[in-house]
Every structure is written in C-alpha cells, then in structure tokens.
C-alpha cells in the first residue's frame, strides 16, 4: 500500500462548479500538508501549505485536513478553465521528517 | 517572485549516453532536491542536499547516477549511462534551511532516452 492515496481522475467539471479533490495517507505521523498544482510541462507549483487538522483558505482555495480520518481535500470554488491542471498533494513529518511524499495527481479539466 | 532554474529545458539523448542537468535554486535556500517524474506519476526523491552534504540519497541509483553541490549553491545531476527506462522529467526543488518548509520547484530537465 503507498503512503499517499490519490484518484489519478481525470475530472472534468463545467466552469463555475465547485471542485473537491482528495488524498488519503497511512501514517498518521503526517503533520505537514501541501498542494501543489502541476500544468502540462511544468514544475509543480505550492498552493496551500497547512500544518496539522483544520481548514486553510486563500482566495477560492481552501485547504482541510482531517488527521483521525486520514484525509485532506483540496476544494476550488468558482472553478475557471485556467484551473485545468494536475493537482498532487504531499504530506510530510514523519520518521524522516523532512522527507515529502507525493500522491500521483489528480488531472482535473474545466470546461468552459 | 524568486524562481528555481534549471537547464536544458528538454533533452534528448541515446542509451549508453552521458547526460547532465543544471539547477540553480532559489536564493538562500540551504536545502536542495532531486525528483524524478514519470509521467502521470508524482514526484519521487532522487537526492536531497543540505548546503554542500548529501542528506538522503537512498533512492538514487548510484550505479549509473551521480549528483554533487560542490559550493551549497547550485547543482548538477548526471546520468551514465543513459538507459531507456530512465526518460523522465527531472524535476529540482528548493526550500529554507527549516525542517518541513514548502519545496519550490524549478520547471524540470524533460528527458528522452532513444
């Protein structure tokens, strides 16, 4: 089983709708949580970067982690084409604490 | 906004070749990565630098892979040989000298192995 659980989609929603997108992780050491957005041929670039349980907002992204679930969703609101991108999440502080494991990545598509 | 650099952009390359990439981090950031990525993947470390020392080079394959930061400053990674399975994106990342600060990415070295 991978330490980072994430659905490779890809998901395609209308311009406007909310999207929510997920990882689930098995070490509950976990304490540092990121999202990263990824477009075609680029680098990934940090979204949100939370620490511990709770919600992180910044403008129509909100970050939640639910550490006793193991679950962290990554939800944009007012969804815009120019969101079309992969989107991976990473987590970290565990027994080689400053080790950052990545999910595969969610392909997300808005459609105008 | 400070960016990481790398280069080339694209490379492509025949099996049994030398290959070498570049990256310049972002200013002031002691720690530097190595990340491989095939495509529809994520990210796995290949070689983690703190200042001019190897910190984590576990997942590097030393036989055919080598990577140095002779000054804590810039990098290079280097593959010899070249094989097939070793066309990728090869992503570098900086961050602050603090345990657990975000990774900056630099937008990657796209490799093809013919």
């Known amino acids: 089983q991978k330490e980072v659980e994430q659905d490779p989609g890809p998901l395609s929603v209308p311009e406007g709708a909310i999207v929510s997108l997920n990882c689930t992780y098995s070490?509950?050491?976990?304490?540092?949580f990121m999202w990263y957005r990824q477009y075609s041929r680029k680098g990934p670039e940090l979204l949100m970067y939370?620490?511990?349980?709770g919600n992180k907002e910044d403008g129509r992204f909100t970050a939640q982690v639910d550490k006793s679930s193991k679950y962290i969703s990554l939800f944009i609101r007012d969804s815009q084409p120019s969101d079309s991108a992969t989107y991976l999440c990473?987590?970290?502080?565990?027994?080689?604490?400053?080790?950052?494991?990545f999910g595969s990545g969610t392909r997300l598509s808005i459609r105008p | 906004e400070a960016e990481v650099a790398q280069s080339p952009r694209y490379k492509i390359t025949e099996k049994s070749q030398a290959v070498a990439f570049w990256c310049d981090p972002i200013?002031?950031?002691?720690?530097l990565y190595w990340y491989r990525q095939i495509l529809g993947q994520g990210p796995e470390l290949l070689v983690q630098?703190?200042?001019?020392?190897?910190?984590?080079d576990s997942q590097l394959p030393k036989d055919r892979f080598s990577a140095e930061r002779l000054k804590g400053v810039d990098s290079t990674l280097k593959i010899q040989p070249a094989e097939l399975g070793d066309s990728a994106m090869y992503l570098c990342?900086?961050?602050?000298?603090?345990?657990?600060?975000?990774?900056?990415f630099g937008n990657g070295t796209r490799l093809t192995v013919t």
């Open positions: 630098f703190q200042d001019e020392s190897v910190v984590d």
């Open positions: 939370t620490y511990s349980s």
């Open positions: 990342a900086s961050s602050r000298r603090d345990r657990n600060s975000p990774l900056h």
């Open positions: 200013s002031g950031h002691a720690t």
């Open positions: 070490n509950s050491a976990f304490q540092y």
């Open positions: 990473a987590m970290s502080g565990g027994s080689s604490a400053s080790k950052i494991i």
